[in-house]
């Protein structure tokens, strides 16, 4: 799951002092100020049900494993969906509007999930269509594809060894 603040509050999540410098920070600089929840969704939808190639996703990973089977994943589950956190603190009890993005895959690679979201992100903000990331696979660049979004929005949520249940989501149709 990746999280990640709409609000201009985005302190909340990040912390004061971090808000602004992660955001800013070359690395993780997430450009789009305004980009539709829905879009994201739609171009992270067709990712589920397939094995692909994420190497254009990956990032700090050995050459070696950079080409076939290392850097395939199914993607079991990929949506995307706005959403309310709320604080036990006094200052800030209306909550903070945020995306969730909930990715279930057999794998993940380095980088793979935060480079994804920033990258829906950036392309749901021009305007690109459901087969946007699709596209971008076949790249022979991983610079086609947008910088890692910041670590502090990823979430671990669960380690599974059963078989994929669609129950166990929380972003469903």
């Known amino acids: 799951m990746y999280i990640f603040p709409l609000d201009e509050d985005a302190d909340l999540i990040l912390g004061e002092a971090q808000s602004s410098k992660t955001l800013e920070n070359s690395e993780h600089n997430i450009k789009p100020q305004s980009f539709d929840v829905s879009k994201v969704d739609e171009i992270l939808k067709p990712l589920a049900g397939k094995t692909l190639s994420y190497k254009m996703f990956a990032r700090d990973t050995q050459a070696s494993r950079s080409v076939g089977p290392p850097t395939e994943c199914f993607m079991f589950h990929s949506r995307a969906a706005v959403a309310k956190l709320h604080s036990a603190n006094e200052d800030h009890k209306g909550g903070m509007v945020v995306m969730c993005v909930e ?54 949520v669960d380690v599974g060894y059963e078989d994929f249940d669609k129950q166990r989501c929380f972003i469903v149709d």
């Open 103 to 156: 990715l279930v895959a057999n794998r993940f690679l380095r980088k793979m999930v935060r480079v994804l979201v920033a990258t829906a992100i950036r392309e749901a903000a021009a305007g690109a269509g459901a087969d946007a990331l699709l596209n971008l696979m076949e790249a022979t660049d991983r610079r086609a594809t947008a910088p890692p979004a910041p670590p502090e929005g990823l979430c671990l």
